[in-house]
């Protein structure tokens, strides 16, 4: 099973995240940690600029940040906001494994 992970962002930092990385650091930071949690199989993080979508999904979730205010980065997995400005590691791996998702090391010790 893959999961997707959706980080959406754009180059310009929003007011309140100043002293954050930004969206494609953060994206970019989730791949490293999640691959070495979960292994390369079994996640994939697409990071998307809202203020250029591309696709109709993304052109929603862009909607979404500009009219509720959404603090971004934003991480969505299964159309759940499971991070927003500055996301939480632990946060999404809750979600993953709710899913499912089980780490490497759990997958290794159960073959």
């Known amino acids: 099973m893959s999961v997707e992970i959706k980080v959406f962002g754009t180059e310009q930092l929003c007011a309140s995240c100043v002293n954050l ?3 494609k650091e953060t994206a970019e930071w989730l791949q490293a940690a999640l691959s070495r949690k979960y292994g390369s199989d079994s996640i994939r ?4 600029d809202f203020q250029h979508p591309q696709t109709d999904d993304d052109k929603s ?4 940040i500009i009219e509720e ?3 971004y980065p934003l991480v ?3 159309g759940e906001i499971v991070g927003e ?5 632990k946060d999404i791996c809750e979600k993953l494994e709710s899913m499912g998702v089980t780490p490497v090391a759990v997958q290794a010790d159960s073959e």
């Open 21 to 23: 990385p930004s969206a």
């Open 45 to 48: 993080i697409v990071y998307s």
């Open 61 to 64: 979730w862009a909607t979404r």
């Open 69 to 71: 205010d959404l603090w």
């Open 76 to 78: 969505v997995i299964s």
């Open 85 to 89: 400005g500055n996301p939480k590691l």
